[in-house]
Structure formats: structure tokens, C-alpha cells
């Protein structure tokens, strides 16, 4: 079964850019935004014995990505379901 | 037994095992030597895509490279990991619905145009020769270090392993041999990392010992007390860089951007049955990427506080070169480490102002950190055996990518259509070997500039493989002239900045003449920039993308019916 109708279609697609906008939004803010642009001013809070911008540079951005992409996974195929296009 | 025997043994235990895997895993159709017949389990995919991904330089320089520039050394462990998730979210799902079999194929279907083919294919090969030659230099080196064999020797061993298994297996034998491969890798760097956690900060896990106290009572943490070291030595702080911020932003986006758009990268997502296991792929690839990139920076800053403390001593005065530890003296013989007695008082002297007397190269940060530490003979053996592996499955990977763009993107689609699926594999095989003679050349007479052409790949990459590719999913009217376009003249941009700054007046190569203060590292962000503007613009002033391929391109947005790699 495919999807039923043209709406349906237009429906899965902007669903599917807006996860796709929210979890980018995410990725940018953990790594450009936390690590780089305001560097500075994190650093001035102590996060485990780091300076909390740093520790987002170094650490905590990457554990970030990993998890991005699991939520982008588990939500694509409840969507993929609900309209009907799942592969199984 | 000596370190020198139990090299061979280790590194002999592997070679059998990844060439019993090349005998199993023989190709018989293209689309088993080109996808692996799609149908690598995602886990098993994500793991080869890790140890495609890390390759010699990344396993045996990166912590060293962190170790030196503190902070600013996040630019490669954001840019090498961020670009996954560019990756998982808006290119593998819809590549692997696209369903064929390489990057170019891609590119010509999408803009119907067998220009951007071409274009494509010579950038993918150009990328991958300037990646592979340095994979090879790497064989070599970890083999002369640790074998005592000379460099050429080592290359040609390092040539013959990959001809085996990637000109008999393909991707196949070559997705199975890298899972293997990252077992190798991930147990070779975590082992001493783990060690020397424990030995300095009690904490099993390197990446906690990374923020932790220090274990030798003085309740300093260890990023407190490198700081403090750096800063007393004339460096920046440890935990602060010295590159303007616009620059790290530029590095990162390039890496990011290139990364995700490396053809070897993107043609793993084509080996799995289904879509939905390419979005899972990309997670688990990210995970074991994870795993060395987040235990890279604690190493780094474990191994820049041992070496510190080990040359100028407890009190910072400098230590008796004649008491000095032996991996000191073992590592001067290599001439990665010197000392220069410019005071004449006996004693080394580490420091990032003129009481200097020590050069240390950044690559024995990994290799000589078992010895540092005092780790067991089998640890050092295991760092050799994970370096030849590093190496080996990139250069692997690579080698797959030139010879499919040969014989499948320049001979069938373009040049002989007719040739039949045999002659086809034939060929592949013929452009592997061929290829692997190249590389191994390369690698025995390096031309000088490998390192900075490194900026290059990535560059590139980013300035023109991510744009049309993103273009070309989620801007459905998108037309092959404005890809054609934006791609050149990304290209173009990108490629005539390197240049000029890498080869024709690296002497000009400041951030003062820099254009907005952007090194050439991270050029590939305003190229991508320029790529997108001038496509858009071309696009408008022309028809836009007929309407079977505005079809297609509807088509590869939903995944009900991937159905497999489709040969044509």
C-alpha cells in the first residue's frame, strides 16, 4: 500500500522536513552554538571538573549527534507507519 | 618475549584472519562487488562505515594533533563527527531509495546530464588518489617502526593484502574484512587509553578521567592543571585556542559539509536492504566513530601532561637527559623526538618559548603512549596491529571508489554501454589492481604534499558533491544547468584559494590576507556557499528539470519500495 492520496503524500513530506529542520536546529546549536560561538561565555560554568563550552566541543556535542540520529530513526518509522509506507 | 616478536605475531593474526574473510566473502555479480548485493546488516554496515572512516592519520595523528592545539583541535572532533549526522538526516535514506550504485550515478541521473557525470567521476576519483596515497604512507610507516622492515617494503606488503581482498571480494569482501577490522582498531586504541585513565585519574573510563581530579593527591583536575602547565610554558591555555572564531566555524562547517559529502562515506549507505536500515546504519556508524572520537581528546590531554611532566620534571626545571626514560631515547632514534641542549645544562627542557630544547612530533602521542605508560608488550603490539588496520580498510574503501567510477560510471555508462555484467566486473577488478599499483607508488615516492592536499578532498567535496546532491533531493525543479554551475564554480572558488595559498605563495598564507580570515581548511564552507547561490540563480534564469525527473526525485522521497540496487 502506498499512501492514499496526493495530501497524504504533501502531509509525509512536510512532516519529514520539519523533524528533519528541529533535529538540524539541535545539531547546530550543540556544536556551532555551544562549542564555538558561545565558547566563551560557557566556559565560565564548571561542568565535571570542564569548563562547560569546551567539554561541548570535545565531548558533549558528539553524544548529541549520536542520539540525533536514533530520535531521527525511531520518529521516521512511526511516520514512515502511520502513513503507510513502512518497508515491512 | 621481545616487542619485536610479538608484533609479527599480532599483526600476523590479523593479516590471516582479514585474508580468510576475502576467500569467504568472493564477489560473483557487479552488484555483489559494487553494494555487497545490498545486504549488509545496518549494525554490521555501520561498523565497516566506522573503520572506512577512521584511517591511518585519524588513528595515529589525530590525538597527537588535539594534544597540540587544546582547544582548537575540536574543529576536527566536531567536523569528522557532525558531517553523520548531515549524513543520516538528509542524504543516506533517500541515496539508498535512489538505489544504484555510486555517487556519480546519482549526480548524472539526477541532472540527466552525462557533463555533471563526468564531472562528478573526476572529482570522486581526484578525491580518493589524494586520500589513498596517504593511507599507504601509513602501512608503510607503522611497518618500519614496529617491523624493522624499510618503508618500501612495508607498502608492498601493505599493497598485496588489499589486492587480495578487494580485487577478489569488492565491497563485499571489503565490508566484511573492515568489520574486523574496527574490532582490531577499537581494541587498540581503547586498551591503553583505559590504562593510563586509571593511572592518572582512577577512572576506568577515559572519557570521565578527562574532567576528573588527578590521582596523585594534589586536588588538581587535569584540564586545571594543564592549563596552568601551558600557560607557565609560554602556550595558550590548554582549554582555549589561538584561531580566530570564524575560522574554527569555517574548518568545522568544511569538515562537516565534506564529510558528508566524501563518495567512499556515501557509498556504504548503498550496501544495506532498506531504507530504513540506511538511517540506522548512519546511527551505529556514529556510535563506533563515537567511541575513538570522544576517548581521542582524554587521550590527548593524558598524553600532553605525562610528556610534560616526564621532560621538565615534578618541578618544572627540566630533567638529566643521561636518567632520561627509555621510550625518550627509543623515539629520538626515529628523529621524531630531539633534543637540542642550547643552555648546556644537561637537562631537557620543554616549553612554547624561546628556553625550548625539545621537538616532539605529534604522532608518537599515540604510538608511544604505551610505552609511556609502561603498558605490556602485547598493548604496543596491539597499537601496530591497529594502525595497519586503520590504514588498510580506508585505503580499502577508497580503492572500491576509483574502481567503480571507472569501469561502472566512465566504461558502462558512458563510454562502452554494451559490455556485459562479466566484462563489467572484469574491469572493476582490472581498475582495483590498477589502482592499488598507483596508490602503492604514491605511497613508496610521496609527493610532498599530501598533507596540505588533505584540505583539498575535504574542500571539495564540500564545494561541490553536498550542494547538488542536497539540490537534488529536496529542490525537485532543480535543473542540471544551475548544478552544473553552482558545482564549478564551487569548485573552482575553492580549488583556486587552496592553490594559491598551499602551492603557488604559501609564504602569503596569514591570517591578514586570509579573504574574511578564513584559512584554506575551511574555504570549503564559502565554496559550498557560492555553489548553492549560483546554482539558484542559474536555475532561475533557465527551464527547470523535466518532468520524469521531477518524478524520480518525488519517487526517491518515500521509502515504501526501495526495492534493491538496480543494475541499469
Known amino acids: 500500500m502506498a499512501f492514499q492520496s496526493e495530501e497524504q503524500k504533501t502531509a509525509y513530506w512536510r512532516r519529514n522536513i520539519r523533524l528533519m529542520l528541529t533535529l538540524l536546529a539541535v545539531w547546530f546549536g550543540v556544536s556551532f552554538g555551544c562549542g564555538i560561538l558561545l565558547v566563551d561565555v560557557l566556559n565560565q560554568i564548571p561542568f565535571f571538573g570542564f569548563k562547560l563550552g569546551f567539554w561541548f566541543a570535545q565531548q558533549g556535542a558528539i553524544y548529541v549527534f549520536v542520539a540525533l540520529i536514533f530520535v531521527y530513526v525511531v520518529k521516521m518509522n512511526q511516520l514512515d507507519k502511520e502513513f503507510n509506507v513502512s518497508e515491512e | ?249 569555517c574548518i568545522t562547517a568544511a569538515l562537516m559539509v565534506g564529510t558528508a559529502g566524501l563518495p567512499h562515506v556515501i557509498v556504504r549507505f548503498f550496501t544495506v536492504p532498506k531504507v530504513r536500515d540506511a538511517r540506522k546504519s548512519a546511527g551505529w556508524a556514529l556510535v563506533f566513530i563515537a567511541l575513538i572520537y570522544t576517548t581521542a581528546p582524554a587521550i590527548a590531554s593524558f598524553a600532553r601532561v605525562n610528556m610534560i611532566e616526564t621532560i621538565n620534571g615534578e618541578e618544572q626545571t627540566g630533567t638529566q637527559y643521561s636518567e632520561a626514560a627509555s621510550w625518550i631515547k627509543n623515539w629520538e632514534k626515529t628523529g621524531l623526538i630531539q633534543w637540542d641542549d642550547k643552555n648546556g645544562d644537561g637537562k631537557m627542557f620543554y616549553s612554547g618559548d624561546e628556553r625550548n630544547e625539545m621537538k616532539v612530533d605529534r604522532d608518537i602521542m599515540v604510538l608511544a603512549n604505551p610505552e609511556i605508560a609502561d603498558l605490556p608488550v602485547w598493548v604496543i603490539a596491539l597499537v601496530a596491529a591497529g594502525g595497519v588496520a586503520a590504514a588498510l580498510s580506508t585505503s580499502a574503501g577508497l580503492l572500491l571508489v576509483i574502481s567503480t567510477s571507472v569501469s561502472h560510471d566512465l566504461l558502462k555508462r558512458n563510454l562502452m554501454p554494451q559490455i556485459t555484467d562479466k566484462q563489467e566486473l572484469f574491469y572493476a577488478r582490472l581498475a582495483a589492481a590498477v589502482g592499488i599499483a598507483i596508490a602503492g607508488y604514491l605511497g613508496i615516492n610521496p609527493p610532498g604534499f599530501v598533507a596540505q592536499v588533505v584540505a583539498f ?27 552544473v554551475a553552482g558545482m564549478l564554480a564551487g569548485i573552482g572558488f575553492t580549488a583556486t584559494y587552496i592553490i594559491y595559498f598551499k602551492f603557488i605563495n604559501p609564504a602569503a598564507s596569514t591570517p591578514d590576507n586570509w579573504f574574511l580570515g578564513i584559512s584554506p581548511e575551511g574555504i570549503g564552507t564559502i565554496g559550498m556557499m557560492i555553489n548553492f547561490t549560483v546554482a539558484f540563480v542559474v536555475y532561475k534564469l533557465g527551464a527547470e528539470a523535466p518532468d520524469e525527473v521531477q518524478q524520480m526525485v518525488e519517487d526517491i522521497r518515500y521509502p515504501k519500495g526501495a526495492g534493491e540496487a538496480q543494475a541499469h
Open chain 2, 1 to 249: 618475549m621481545g616487542i619485536q616478536t610479538m608484533t609479527f605475531i599480532v599483526v600476523g593474526i590479523t593479516f590471516a584472519l582479514y585474508i580468510g574473510i576475502a576467500i569467504w566473502a568472493k564477489a560473483g555479480s557487479t552488484k555483489e562487488f559494487y553494494v555487497a548485493g545490498g545486504g549488509i546488516n545496518p549494525v554490521a554496515n555501520g561498523m565497516a562505515t566506522a573503520a572506512d572512516w577512521m584511517s591511518a592519520a585519524s588513528f595515529i595523528s589525530m590525538a597527537g594533533l588535539i594534544s597540540f592545539m587544546g582547544y582548537d583541535g575540536s574543529v576536527y572532533l566536531l567536523g569528522w563527527t557532525g558531517g553523520y549526522v548531515l549524513l543520516a538526516l538528509c542524504l543516506a535514506p533517500y541515496l539508498r531509495k535512489f538505489g544504484k550504485f555510486t555517487v556519480p550515478d546519482f549526480i548524472g541521473d539526477r541532472y540527466y546530464s552525462q557533463t555533471a557525470r563526468t564531472v562528478a567521476v573526476v572529482c570522486a576519483i581526484f578525491v580518493c588518489f589524494t586520500y589513498v596515497a596517504g593511507q599507504m604512507r601509513g602501512v608503510g610507516v607503522v611497518f618500519s617502526r614496529f617491523l624493522e622492515v624499510d618503508i618500501t617494503m612495508g607498502v608492498i606488503i601493505g599493497m598485496g593484502i588489499v589486492f587480495f581482498y578487494s580485487v577478489l571480494g569488492g565491497m563485499k569482501g571489503i565490508t566484511y574484512t573492515q568489520v574486523a577490522q574496527y574490532c582490531v582498531m577499537i581494541f587498540a586504541y581503547l586498551v591503553p587509553a583505559v590504562f593510563i585513565s586509571i593511572i592518572m585519574t582512577g577512572h576506568v573510563i577515559p572519557q570521565f578521567g578527562f574532567g576528573a581530579d588527578l590521582a596523585d593527591g594534589s586536588g588538581q583536575s587535569l584540564l586545571q592543571k594543564l592549563d596552568g602547565l601551558s600557560t607557565e610554558l609560554g602556550f595558550t591555555e590548554y582549554t582555549s585556542g589561538t584561531k580566530s572564531m570564524i575560522d574554527v566555524f
Open chain 2, 457 to 483: 578532498a575535504f574542500g571539495l567535496a564540500a564545494s561541490s558533491f553536498f550542494p547538488a546532491i542536497i539540490l537534488g533531493i529536496f529542490h525537485k525543479r532543480m535543473s542540471s544547468r544551475g548544478a
